[in-house]
């Protein structure tokens, strides 16, 4: 890494790194070391960073084609690339606690990888702040990597090959019965997913879990939760991680391929919260890899 300069941030994963004004053009060296911090670290942090939508766009160009907002898509049949996270609206007011988009939000606050329940789920997401709450409004990470290279052996082999449900409208029920429209619902149908994925520039393995993951394909209910939420306790165990606080012009880019992340929430009522996000898609469904 010739260019940038980097400080590890967690024992399993994570990256500070300095040294590159990314709302600069970016050659195509550098563009290859960042995704190179990517595949090693999992999530890269840039901080004091001067950005907009047009750059943040640019970016997310750079690193891939950008991934539809599923959220406009399923619910209005609109095409958009970014979503903000947090309750300061378009026309700068901002919304409470009660507000449905927030409470709507809070299905975020669940351990969770973007888009595993698309058939192409995303590779990366992208966000930039630009206004956070003085308390609370952390990110919260882990690295599937470590959890899974953490398993015995026994337990490796048993789920290599397994195959998982995602369902987004499962995962939502959670927050609420009729969190989701029948629109919205009907353009995320349940997908199969590999249970455990392997990075191809480094091969890697991770498992792939989450609160989008239903079932084990063939297996019971029952065996599926079991399986399933235990892989999932152990992954998010306090020690396993990194927790994110937020300053303004902190750029974050993460690998949705093998990190599970959630929200730590805060009080929407006293503070604002505005942080702009856009995905880069996967290269192809999972079952393909």
Known sequence: MASLTIESLHPDFGAR??????????????????RAAIDEYSFVFFPEQTFDDDSQLALTHALGE????????????????????????PDGSKLGNDHKKTKFQTGNNLWHSDSSFRKVPSFVSIMCAYEVPEEGGETEFVSGRAAYNRLSK???DKIDPLTV????????????????????????PPIDQKLVRINP????????VGS????????????????????????????NVYSHRWRTGDLVIWDNRCTLHRGAGYDADKYRRR?????VQGKGPTLDE
């Open 17 to 34: 790194i300095t040294g590159v004004d990314l709302h600069a053009p970016l050659t195509d060296d550098v563009v290859e070391e960042i």
């Open 66 to 89: 950008p991934e539809p907002n599923h959220v406009k898509l399923g619910q209005e049949g609109i095409i958009e690339f970014f979503g903000t996270i947090g309750n300061v609206q």
């Open 154 to 156: 026994e337990e490796q």
């Open 165 to 188: 449900i995602h369902d987004y409208v499962f995962s939502r029920s959670k927050v609420s019965p009729d969190a989701v429209t029948p629109s919205h619902a009907a353009s995320l």
């Open 201 to 208: 520039r480094t091969g890697a393995k991770n498992h792939y």
């Open 212 to 239: 989008h993951a239903k079932a084990i394909a063939g297996w019971s209910d029952v065996d599926s939760r079991t399986l399933i939420d235990d892989l999932l306790e152990r992954a998010t165990r306090p020690e």
């Open 275 to 279: 942080i702009r996000q856009t995905r």
